[in-house]
Nanobody, 125 residues
Framework: VQLQASGGGLAQIGGSLRLACVASGFALDEYAVGWFRQAPGKEREVVSCISGAGTDTYDAESVQGRFIMSRDNAKSTAFLQMNSLKGEDTAVYFC???????????????????WGRGTLVTVSS
């Protein structure tokens, strides 16, 4: 059972990056998927979340209109398209999967949340 995040790197302010989260060992379509991030010295926070069927998405106010989350259940993969990047988007980004919607509705992980290893996003001028 594994979640693998990728796509992080260095981007310029105003630029774009696309993160991917690939699941293996379990049926991702039965799980909501969320992206969280943690900047140095700050607590982990939810960025975006998507329901198992991909019909509902939830975005933090700080990324609304800039980040788009999607998923391809046939490929057991969820994506986070990040546009108009800002310096404050610099963080380690983690993907998480949860069988319920609590993680998305509350913006916090639950006891059943599964985590992947993070991918570093650095936004600079």
């Amino acid at each position: 059972v594994q979640l693998q995040a990728s796509g992080g790197g260095l981007a310029q302010i105003g630029g774009s990056l696309r993160l991917a989260c690939v699941a293996s060992g379990f049926a991702l379509d039965e799980y909501a998927v969320g992206w969280f991030r943690q900047a140095p010295g700050k607590e982990r926070e939810v960025v975006s979340c998507i329901s198992g069927a991909g019909t509902d998405t939830y975005d933090a106010e700080s990324v609304q209109g800039r980040f788009i989350m999607s998923r391809d259940n046939a490929k057991s993969t969820a994506f986070l398209q990040m546009n108009s990047l800002k310096g404050e988007d610099t963080a380690v980004y983690f993907c998480a999967a949860d069988p319920g919607l609590t993680m998305c509705l509350n913006g916090r992980p639950s006891t059943t949340t599964r985590w992947g290893r993070g991918t570093l996003v650095t936004v600079s001028s």
